[in-house]
């Protein structure tokens, strides 16, 4: 099981940036994702990103604006996050899953076993 804990969610002008970072122990190789959950609505799939860091993957809102990597000898998983939109508020949530492959990217909430707890993003108009 991987321990997760998310920190830098804030209170952000629309059009402003904010990096999310997830650090992780406790788990040896795995692949990386963020979801978000806003009020009233089912959780989503934001980014993911492989235990190698060479492929990730965005939800199709993202457009461009959010950059997922990784530091592997930091054990830590980051969101950039630019040019922010009301309708991005909601509660990130970095989620791990253990997997012997190393390339794999997964954008399915089912295939991941471990979640943080997360952290909230307000972004005003």
């Known amino acids: 099981q991987v321990q997760l804990v998310e920190s830098g969610g804030g209170l952000v002008q629309a059009g402003g940036s904010l990096i999310l970072s997830c650090a992780a122990s406790?788990?040896?190789?795995?692949?990386m994702a963020w979801f978000r959950q806003a009020p009233g609505k089912e959780r989503e799939f934001v980014a993911a990103?492989?235990?190698?860091?060479?492929?990730?993957y965005y939800g199709e809102f993202v457009e461009g604006r959010f950059t997922i990597y990784r530091d592997n000898g930091k054990n830590t998983v980051d969101l950039q996050m630019n040019r922010l939109k009301p309708e991005d508020t909601a509660v990130y949530s970095c989620?791990?899953?253990?997997?012997?492959?190393?390339?794999?990217?997964?954008?399915?909430?089912?295939?991941?076993?471990?979640w943080g707890q997360g952290t909230q993003v307000t972004v005003s108009s």
């Open positions: 989620a791990a899953r253990i997997s012997e492959n190393t390339e794999i990217v997964v954008s399915e909430q089912y295939e991941y076993h471990s």
């Open positions: 990103i492989s235990w190698s860091g060479d492929n990730t």
């Open positions: 406790g788990g040896t190789r795995y692949a």
